[in-house]
């Protein structure tokens, strides 16, 4: 099973500044997926953000933004702009292309904006 | 965007007796469906993989006699925890790939379903 780490399990910024949270993970894998999902006290799991191995380029969605290193196995996961709607417990994701269906989720990290 | 509609979204159930959570996929369909637990504070367990027509997948550990999945259409899965004990008091969280033939198609994910047995 491939294996996906968050070494922060928590989390703090002040709201309007930039945090970035760490992901890594293992794989023998050339060609994978990877994904941040959001998870607010409602417990409802959104998609922030995806981003295909293959693609060299980070992918962006809005204040939302990775730091993919694919030789460091590492996909961090930028907000820009924090505001208190982006409080919520945030799982880094692998899904790999190759074997199945199956996601793995990393621990997670409990992010805190401060007002 | 596709919609993955739980039901029900808590439940309170006594010790013994079984309940049953449904996990529909509201504008799309879903030959594979994902049934997670989440203890609180924590990741995310696959427990099993149901696929239509077929018997599911359970992942090591989980008792599949215990944890009973039925996707009998395309648009429905459902997860039934038999001769429930407080220890299977949980959070339950289903989930579907819209497009199932796109490889970075996401998952999305149901409400989830909070189980308290007492």
């Known amino acids: 099973a491939q294996t996906v780490t968050q070494s922060q399990p928590e989390m703090s910024v002040q709201e309007a500044e930039t945090v970035t949270l760490s992901c890594t993970y293992d794989t023998s894998e050339s060609d994978y997926y990877l994904f941040w999902y959001k998870q607010p006290p409602s417990r409802q799991m959104i998609l922030v953000i995806r981003?295909?191995?293959?693609?060299?380029q980070n992918a962006t969605e809005n204040r939302f933004s990775v730091n993919f290193q694919k030789a460091a196995k590492s996909f961090s996961l930028k907000i820009s702009d924090s505001q208190l709607g982006d409080a919520a417990m945030y799982f880094c994701a692998y899904r790999s292309a190759n074997t199945g269906n199956q996601f793995y989720f990393g621990t997670g990290t409990s992010l805190t904006v401060i007002p | 965007g596709a919609v993955v509609s739980q039901h029900p979204s808590w439940v309170i159930c006594k010790s013994g007796t079984s309940v049953k959570i449904e996990c529909r996929s509201l504008?799309?369909?879903?030959?594979?469906m994902f049934w997670y637990r989440q203890f609180p504070k924590q990741s995310l367990m696959l427990m099993a993989t149901?696929?239509?027509?077929?018997?599911?997948?359970?992942e090591q550990g989980v008792e599949k006699d215990k944890f009973l999945i039925n996707h009998a259409s395309l648009t429905l899965s459902t997860l039934t925890v038999t001769s429930a004990h407080p220890e299977d008091s949980s959070f339950y969280i289903c989930s579907a790939r819209e497009w199932e033939g796109r490889l970075n198609s996401p998952l999305h994910f149901g409400n989830g379903t909070r189980l308290t047995v007492t």
């Open positions: 149901s696929n239509e027509g077929s018997k599911a997948t359970y």
């Open positions: 504008d799309f369909q879903a030959t594979t």
């Open positions: 981003q295909e191995a293959y693609k060299q």
